[in-house]
C-alpha cells in the first residue's frame, strides 16, 4: 500500500502506477516534477517557520510537532518513490558533481553486473563509459551563462539512441540514455543517468535490416521486371530488370517523364489499344488486381502483373510485374505444333492400315500432302530405288504451285504486318506418281548421306557441290519421267532455301527416301519437327512394306494354293471334334469323293464314316496331343465305296493366340500299295533270315566236321614234310610244303567263317577272366613281331606301367589286336607302326559312367578313302577289288573285331586318309558283362544274358 499523502504528491505532479514513464524524455519530465516539489515543500517549511518565530511557545512546540511529522512523512514518501524507482525497467543511477556513484537501482544492477556497494563513491563512468565523461563537466558552464537559473533555461540534457555501457564481465551492452544535471539553488549538484537495454531492439533492427537487405536483393536479382508507382501514377522504384526488358532510358523513367515514358512503351506494342484499355480499367477500379499479356511488334511476349499498394485501407499506390515469356510462348508453340503433328502421324498411321493394298498408293499421296502442308514445304517427293521383284508405283512428287504463280505473275501485296498475300485459296495442290524407279547409283552424294540412316536437314547455302550435282540428276530424272521441274535451271541456288532428305528403311535396308524442298520460307524445321519426321520416314517404310509384303503373300498365297490344288498328296483341316474344314482335290481323290466339296459335305465324322477301327481317331487325338504334332500314323479306312485303303497321315495341332486348339492340319497319302509290298517284302525278310539261320546253324554244327578233315591234311603234311627232309627227297619238298600251307590258310579261313556264323548262329559266348594288360601286349608284340620284319616296317609299344587289370575275354581282346596289327603290317611297307594304350573315364557313346581302355593302333601305310571307310567292317568286304587281289585277305577280320568288340559293350572306330595311314581305335570297358552274341547278330545295342561255353580259338586271321 502506498501512503496517502505519497499518493497525493504522485497525482499532483501526474504520475501513474499503472504506466510508468517508457523514455528518457518521459523521466526527464518526471524528475523536474519531482524537484518541483521539494522546492515548495522546503518553501513551506521556511514560511512555518517565520510563523512560529511570532507565535507563542505553545505554537513553536505545535509546529515543532508538525515539522517532526512532516519530515517523517516526507522521509516515507522518499522511501516510497525510491521503491519505485527501483522499480523500474530502466537503469537508474545517481551521481554527484564529482560523477561519482551515489546510488542506483537494482536494473542498473542487474544490466551492469555490479551491486551499488561495489560502485558506492567510484567514478562510475570512467568505469562503464570514459566516452560520457565530457558531457556532465560542461553543466557549470553552461549554468552560469543563463540569465535565468530556472529549469528551462538549462543546456538540453545529452542523449543517445544507441551506445554502449561496460559491464562487469567486460561485455558491451547495447543501451540508449539520457544524461540529467541535478540543480539545487542553480547550482549543479549532481548528474541522473537512466539507460535502456536495447540488446532486443537492436537484434530486431538488424532481423529487419537483413530482411530489407535480402527483399532488395531479390528485388534486383529476379528475372521479373518491377515498376513501382505511387497513387498519384509518378514513378517511385523500378529494378534495373524492368529498364533491360522494356528498353527504356532511365532518364524516361523520372516523374515529369511519366508521357514521354507511355509514348516510348506504346510504340513497341502490337497492340496498344489494348494496353490502354488495362491502364483506364485500372483508373475506374484501382484496388483490383490485373493480368494481362502484351506483345511486341519484335516478336517479344510479356506477362503483366499489377497489385495495388496498400497501408491497412489506404492506397498508396501500384506495383507492375513484367514477366518476358517469349520463349515460353514459343515452347508452347512448338509442344501444340509437336502434338498435332503426332496427332496427324496418328492419324495417318491408322489410316494406312485401314487400307488394302490397291489404295495404299492413293493413302500414300494424300498423306504426302498433308504432312508437306502442316511443315510448311513447297515440294516434297518420295523415290524407291529400283526392285526387279516390285514394280509398282515408285515415286510420288508433290508441290504446291503458290511460288510459281507469284513469280511468274508478280502478284505481291502487302497486309498491314507486312505478311505476303495468301493464295494458297486459289492455288490447287497436285500430287503426281511415276512407276519409274530410281537408281541410286546417279545419286552417289546423298547415298552416302542415307546410308548412316539418319535425317539430314541443311540450308541450300551448305550443299556440297557433289550434293548440287546429286540434286541436278534428280530434276534431269525428273524431266525424263515427266514430273515437272523447277521454273529454272539455277534453282538451287535461286530458289531452294533448304533441303530435308530422311532414309526409308525395311528390314535393315535402305529402300528409298524423303525429299523435302522450302522455296518461301527461311526458318528452317525444329528439332521437334525432324525427329517427328523420322517417324513419318518410319511410317511410309511400314507402309511401303506392307504393300510389298502384302504383293509378296498375295503371290504365295496365288503359289501354294496351286500346290494345295495340284498336290498327289491328300492335304486336309480337321475339327477337333472329326468334321472336315477343308481338303484339296487329291484328299477327294483318294478317299473316292467327287470333289474336295463332296466331302465336306457328306464327311462329317470321321471317327465313325472312315476309320475301319472304332477307336484309331481318339488314338490320333491322343498321339498327337503328347507332342502337337504326329508323322506316319498309318490307319484303314473307308472309302465313298465301302472299300478300304491303308493311309498314312502327318498332323499337327493348330492352337489360337490364346492356346486354345483350333484344329488339325496335315497330309494323307494312300500307302495301301506300299502296305501290299512291305507285307511281301517282310516275308521275303523272314524266308531269307530264315535261310541264313540255317546256314549259319548249320556251319556251327559242321565246325568239327571241317577242321578233323583238314587238321588231318595239316599234320600228315607236316609228318611227311620231315621224313621228307630226313630220307632226303628233297624234290618233295616244296610240294609238301605247298600242302601244308594251303591247309593253314585254309583252315584260317574255315576259322574266320565259323567264327562269323557262331555270332550270327548265336552261339559265339565270352568267357571273362582277370588278366594284365602289360603281359597281353607283350604277347601280341611277339606274336606280331614277325609280320613286321616281313615289309621291313617298325612297331613300337606306348603304354602306361600301371595300366592295370581288365575283366575281359583275353582271347578276343587279342585276336582284335592281332587283327589290327595284321593289317596294319599288310598295308604299310617300310613305315611304322605304333600302338598306343590308356584309360579313359567313360565310353565316349554310352550313359554309363565307368573306367574303359583304350587301344589306338597307327599306321603309315597306304590308307583309306571316306567310301571305304563306310563298308570297312562289313563281312567279306575290302576297300576295293584291287586291293583284295594285291593283298589278299577274305576281309573277315575287321568285321568279327567289330563284332566282338559290341560283345564286350566296346566299339571300333577308323579314322583314315588316302595315302597317309590309319588309326584304328578299339574301346572295351575294364570290366565286361557277360552277354549272349544272339543279341550281337540282330542288333548293335547288346542286351545282357547269361554265360555259355567261352570261344577259346585264337588263330591269326590273314584277311
Known sequence: ????????????????????????????????KVSSSYRAADQQRDLAAQTLTFSSEEMLEKYERQRQQSEARLEAERDRLQAVIGSLGAGLCILDAQGNLLSMNPKAEQLLGWSESELAGQDLFKLIAPHLQQFPQQFPSHLSQKCSPSPENLLAPPKSKQDYLACRDGQFLPVSYILNPIVENDAWVGTVLVFFDISDRQQAEQEAARSLSMLQATFDSTDAGILALDRYGQVCHFNQKFVQMWEVPESFLNPHQNRSTLAFVMRQLKNPPQFLKTIMQLSAQPYIPTYDVVEFKDGRIFEVYSHPSKVGNKLVGRVWSFRDITERKRVEKALQNRVEFEQLITNLSTYFISLNTEEVDAGIQESLQKISNFIGVDRSYIYLFSDPEHQSQS?????????????????????????????????????KVTSNQLNPQVIPGIISWLKKYEVVHIKSANLSGDIIKDLQSLEKFHQDTGLVGYEHPEYIQHQLQFLTIIP?????????????????????????????LKMVGEMFSNTIERRRTEEVLRQTEAKYRSIFENAAEGICQTTPDGRYISANPALARILGYDSPEDLIANLTDVSTQLYVKPTRRAEFVAAIAKSSVISGFESQVYRQDGTTIWISENARAVFDAIGELVCYEGTVEDITEGKRAAEALERAKEAAETANRAKSTFLANMSHELRTPLNAIIGYSEILLEEAEELGYEDIVPDLERIYTAGKNLLTLINDILDISKIEAGRMDLFVEAFDVSGLLESVMGTAQPLMSKNNNTLTVDCPDNIGIMYADVTKVRQILLNLLSNAAKFTTDGKIKIEVSRVSSLPYSQESGSVVEFKVHDTGIGMSAEQQEQLFQPFTQGDASTTRRYGGTGLGLAISDRFCQMMGGNIQVQSTLGEGSTFKVVIPTRVKVKTSEAIATTQDPEEYSAVDAYTEGCLSEN
Open 1 to 32: 500500500m502506498i501512503h496517502p499523502l505519497l499518493q497525493q504528491q504522485l497525482q499532483e505532479i501526474g504520475f501513474q502506477m499503472d504506466t510508468p514513464p517508457s523514455d528518457p524524455k518521459a523521466w526527464r519530465e518526471f524528475l523536474k
Open 395 to 431: 515415286i510420288y512428287d508433290w508441290r504446291s504451285t503458290l511460288m510459281s504463280i507469284k513469280a511468274e505473275n508478280n502478284l505481291v501485296s502487302e497486309s498491314s504486318d507486312n505478311e505476303p498475300l495468301d493464295l494458297v485459296s486459289v492455288v490447287k495442290n497436285q500430287v
Open 504 to 532: 526409308l528403311v525395311c528390314r535393315k535396308s535402305l529402300v528409298g527416301f524423303l525429299r523435302f524442298d522450302s522455296l518461301s520460307s527461311l526458318d528452317t524445321l525444329s528439332s521437334d519437327t525432324i525427329s517427328l
